[in-house]
């Protein structure tokens, strides 16, 4: 294993990512006040609780699941893709360095942007509503797997992506209305019958709902499934990175 490449593709990624800190920054925090706005004073107020909770304190984790979400896939696939747009990838295919040393340096730095997010929204959070995590080891795991999941996920959108407009593409089209159907902002036990069966064919809702369970000690699913889900979605990305990278697939194009 080649920690040094490994290391200079982390540092490379993080340093762009503290040259925009504050926007980095404020960005998450400004999104999730008017989140709270909007869905916990307006809708709160006409919806006090759910499932026993209150309604601004049951929307953070959807919060969180939501931004953490979108931006790894964002950061892991510009991050590669930008190499590929302007040439440089070709010097690191060139190099001494595996596919595995270069996924792990690309998807490290974008899991750990994603969750510097999460922990900002998380300290949000505790401004506007009381919060407490019954389960604070569980929530650290199902953020830290989440953040690796959708990073891989990012970078194979960055490999796939033969421009910016298809590097947005699905997180756009598939990943943020997945995100807002999955259970984010309400119960799935609040849809009638039916809905909640096609909902359980949305991956995202194992996810949230076992990040929603750390919190809470609540959840749509058992959290086992959640667990089952997350770690079959990680397993499927890396098969498929390293399938690329074994035939070379929109990389060597």
């Known amino acids: 294993m080649n920690y040094q490449a490994i ?43 759910v499932e026993g909770i209150g309604y601004g304190a049951f929307i953070v984790p959807g919060l969180i699941m939501l931004s953490v979400m979108t931006q790894a896939t964002a950061n892991a696939s510009f991050g590669i893709y930008f190499p590929k747009f302007i040439g440089t990838i070709y010097e690191l295919l060139s190099a001494p360095v595996s596919f595995l040393e270069i996924t792990v340096g690309y998807v490290g730095a974008a899991a750990t942007k994603a969750m510097f997010i999460g922990v900002v929204i998380l300290a949000t959070s505790f401004l506007f509503v009381d919060l407490s995590i019954q389960h604070p080891f569980a ?67 194992y996810l949230i709902s076992g ?6 000690g609540t959840a749509d699913v058992p959290i086992g499934l959640s667990l089952m889900a997350i770690l079959l979605f990680t397993a499927l990305c890396v098969g498929i990175i390293a399938w690329i990278f074994k035939t070379g697939w929109r990389i060597r194009q």
């Not at 993080?14 to 869905?39: D, G, H, K, W």
Request: include cysteine; charged fraction near 10%.
């Open 139 to 205: 929530m650290i795991a199902f953020l830290t797997l989440t953040c690796l999941s959708f990073s891989l996920l990012g970078f194979i959108i960055g490999i796939w992506a033969g421009n910016f407009e298809q590097l947005q593409l699905i997180p756009l089209l598939i990943i943020t209305p997945l995100v807002f159907l999955g259970g984010s902002f309400y119960s799935v036990t609040m849809l009638p019958p039916v809905w909640q069966t096609i909902t359980m064919f949305n991956p995202v809702v």
């Open 211 to 216: 990040f929603r369970w750390s919190f809470f």
């Open 7 to 49: 290391k200079s593709i982390y540092i490379f990624e993080m340093e762009r990512f503290f040259r925009t800190l504050t926007q980095s920054f404020i960005s998450p925090v400004i999104s999730t006040a008017l989140y709270f706005v909007v869905f916990g004073t307006a809708i709160g107020s006409r919806m006090e609780s």
